[in-house]
């Protein structure tokens, strides 16, 4: 179950802004956007994508409970590449961190992009690999 | 070593693999700790010095005799995300951590054949997406976590959760390339004879087969590896059986060792829904209490609550009918043995199975199987269970029999009541079926960056339970480096003549003992006392 549907009215109260932007979210991301959202996808999305159950939008979802900040990192408007550099090379609690043969810095400089870009740039919710896979399977 | 000889050694890598496929400094360093370590930031938290990323094997062989030159340690990872087991972590301070990430090739998938080969660098997530974009006809079978590697979980021996002969990833594996500690390559099984188009269907070739050496091992460094592979089952079924009475777990467990030997269940969940009552200080004391609770007692609880003291989760995979007979079979067979025993039908779906399936909303009753494992589908929602900074494994290989799991409940459970942690061994701890033809239970405790006292606690934890385990016959599987020696120490037969017969081989294939000097206990002369 998407995380949209089952917290929507805590997002909706909580951070009507961000969930109003919600709607825009559809389609591919712009295309100086895409090797990062490539990036999100590969590294960030196990974790953090817009799905239930995963410790990493749980938990956040939890910490920025009360506040209008999403759990989603990537409905996030407030990142800034310094602070996703330090949480992708540092991790954070049992997020461990990234080694520069996984994340390069080349990268990680598109995942900041991507991840501060208007939200209306970065298209739709990256899914999670195995619902991506499902679709496609399901599409033949 | 000094710092000119330090110098020395990163410049000569550098000439081998670029300018930019080396580190050394704290800041590009801090991703190769062990972010999971009971020791860290203590005089025991073994650190590496450098790392040095190859792009492909000709590099490789480059590195290991560049190391072999300035004798410096090589500690070979794959993906390097061993956490519970020491991550990225070397045996031996200031090693240089050989990263293999950057060789990410699937080479091979064959779906008539069913088998894949793979450079280290290849995680579960991307064999999986390649074996999906190319519609091709195998399942894998992966860890819980979907960024490890084939190749790295391989050689630490994991597990994961399809049918008994690919469950166990290093038992799957058929065929490897090692660079070995003079910079040579080798191949194992077919592999060694030229022209052969076999290697990843006969492991062994002819003579002694090697390839043991490399798991847990530190004869060399695998630079390419095969994996036999499930065809894509055409249905999946799941099916529940509860029994009623403690001493029930006897028999249900010889009925799923013939089940699970026989090839007609795949990975399946034992667990206690007496579980359910651990929140109930009077049963949790009944459950923990120091020499075990008795039978009778236990039976009294259960009745009590109305609930049955075992189940047993079974999945099949295989054609319908096939899923369907095997499900009918499984339940008449415990049902007619075990009285009062009680079936319940689980879910069932032609594969591939839709994201809502996935999902395992469906399931008619509460099921600890997390459907995407079960299907070789590779995710990290299993990050959900990791507390506190992180956490340490020993997972005990146990005899597969119901007596066995009552006496490790009550044995661990009393060495483990004195430190203050969840009740890891209890009367209502189930066995684990992980590997192929073994029990084990789990002991994790968790870690916290900034709380010493309890990591402390915890590392002293480790090893007390390794000890006392290892009085019983119990051995750990596979630890972190910190723990790699206690545990060696307990596969002691005839004096150690394990351990003497590894260390002979290892002086006489790295005598600069540089290939990850420690792993499995087996040190080189160089670093022997
Ligand atoms: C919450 C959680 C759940 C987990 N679930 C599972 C699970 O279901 N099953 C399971 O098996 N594990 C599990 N693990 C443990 C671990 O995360 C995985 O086993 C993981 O796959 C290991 O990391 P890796 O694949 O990146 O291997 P690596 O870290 O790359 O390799 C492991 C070790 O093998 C050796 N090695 C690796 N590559 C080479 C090489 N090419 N040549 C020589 N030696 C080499 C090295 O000593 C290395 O340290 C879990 C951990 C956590 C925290």
Redesign the pocket.
């Known amino acids: 179950m998407r995380l949209a549907f089952a917290v929507a009215g805590a997002l909706a109260l909580a951070a009507g802004g961000a969930f109003a932007q919600q709607a825009t979210r559809t389609g591919p991301a712009a295309p100086e956007l895409e090797h990062g959202k490539a990036v999100y996808a590969h590294w960030c999305a196990p974790c953090h994508a817009n799905s239930m159950g995963l410790a990493g939008t749980n938990s956040l979802t939890i910490k920025y409970e009360g506040t209008d900040i999403p759990g989603v990192l990537e409905d996030r408007t407030d990142l800034t590449a310094p602070v996703i550099t330090y949480f992708v090379r540092n991790g954070v609690a049992w997020m461990p961190p990234f080694r520069r043969t996984e994340v390069s810095d080349a990268d990680l400089a598109a995942l900041s992009a991507y991840l501060t870009a208007p939200l209306e740039d970065r298209g739709a919710h990256t899914p999670l690999l195995a619902d991506e896979m499902a679709e496609m399977e399901a599409a033949r | 070593m000094d710092e000119s000889a330090f110098a020395a050694f990163l410049n000569d890598l550098r000439g081998a693999v670029g300018e930019d496929w080396v580190w050394s400094s704290d800041t590009d360093m801090f991703p190769y700790r062990d972010a ?1 370590s009971p020791v860290w930031n203590t005089p025991e938290e073994i650190q590496a010095s450098s790392a040095v990323a190859p792009a492909d094997v000709a590099q490789v062989q480059e590195v290991v005799r560049i190391a072999k030159r300035h004798r410096v340690p090589l ?14 972590s070397p045996n031996v301070q200031g090693s240089a951590v050989l990263d ?1 990430k950057r060789m990410d090739r699937v080479i091979e998938v064959n779906e008539e054949r069913n088998y894949c080969l793979v450079e ?1 660098g290849v995680s579960y997530f991307d064999l999986y997406r390649h074996i999906q974009e190319r519609g091709l006809k195998v399942m894998i079978d992966c ?3 979907g ?3 084939p ?3 391989a ?2 021996r ?4 399809t049918m008994p002969q690919f469950r166990d ?1 290093f038992g799957a594996h058929c065929g490897m390339e ?1 660079v070995l500690p003079d910079g040579e390559l080798m191949r194992t099984g077919m592999g060694a004879m030229p022209g052969a188009d076999s290697w990843q269907e006969y492991p062994y070739g002819f003579g002694p087969d090697p390839s043991g050496l ?1 798991a ?1 091992g530190n004869f ?4 390419k590896m095969g994996f036999r592979l499930m065809p894509q089952p055409e249905y999946y079924r799941t099916g529940l059986v509860r029994v009623p009475r403690r001493r029930d777990l006897i028999k249900l467990v010889h009925h799923v060792n013939y089940l699970s030997d026989s090839g007609m269940v795949s990975e399946v969940r034992f667990a206690s829904p007496l579980s359910a009552l651990l929140g109930d200080p009077d049963f949790a004391a009944l459950a923990t209490k120091l020499g075990g609770p008795s039978d009778a007692e236990m039976d009294a609880a259960a009745s009590a609550a109305g609930l049955h003291s075992w189940a047993i989760d079974l999945q099949f995979l295989g054609p319908e009918a096939a899923t369907a007979a095997q499900w009918e079979y499984a339940r008449d067979r415990i049902l007619s043995d075990i009285p009062g025993a009680e079936a319940l039908d689980g879910d069932h779906f032609a594969l591939p199975a839709t994201e809502a399936q996935l999902e395992n909303d469906t399931q008619p009753y509460p099921t600890a199987i997390r459907r995407k ?1 079960a299907l070789g589908i590779p995710s990290l929602g ?2 959900e ?2 507390r506190d900074d ?2 340490v ?1 020993f997972f005990p290989v146990l005899p597969r029999d119901g007596e066995a799991v009552f006496e490790m409940q009550r044995v661990l459970g009393d060495a483990s009541r004195e430190y203050p942690l969840p009740p890891y061994f209890s009367a209502v701890t189930a066995p684990l079926f ?1 590997h192929s033809n073994t029990f084990q239970m789990v002991f994790a405790p968790s870690i916290r960056r900034d709380d010493p006292e309890h990591n402390a606690m915890v590392h002293r934890a480790m090893k007390h339970m390794v000890a006392v385990a290892a009085e019983h016959g119990w051995g750990d599987y596979r630890a972190a480096p910190i723990y790699q020696d206690d545990v060696a120490a307990t596969y002691s037969f005839n004096g150690g003549a394990l351990r003497k017969f590894l260390e002979a081989m290892k002086d006489a294939v790295d005598p600069d003992g540089i290939i ?1 000097p420690g ?1 499995g206990g087996v040190w080189p002369a160089r670093f022997r006392p």
């Open positions: 999971f500690h070979p990872i794959s993906t390097g995300k061993n956490f519970g087991y020491g991550g990225a293999l280290p860890p819980d976590p960024w490890g590697s190749v790295g979980n050689l630490d994991g597990v994961g959760y990833h090692v490399f847990q060399g460094v695998v630079t494992g299993i990050w269970i990791v992180g956490h494994g992980w990850a792993r």
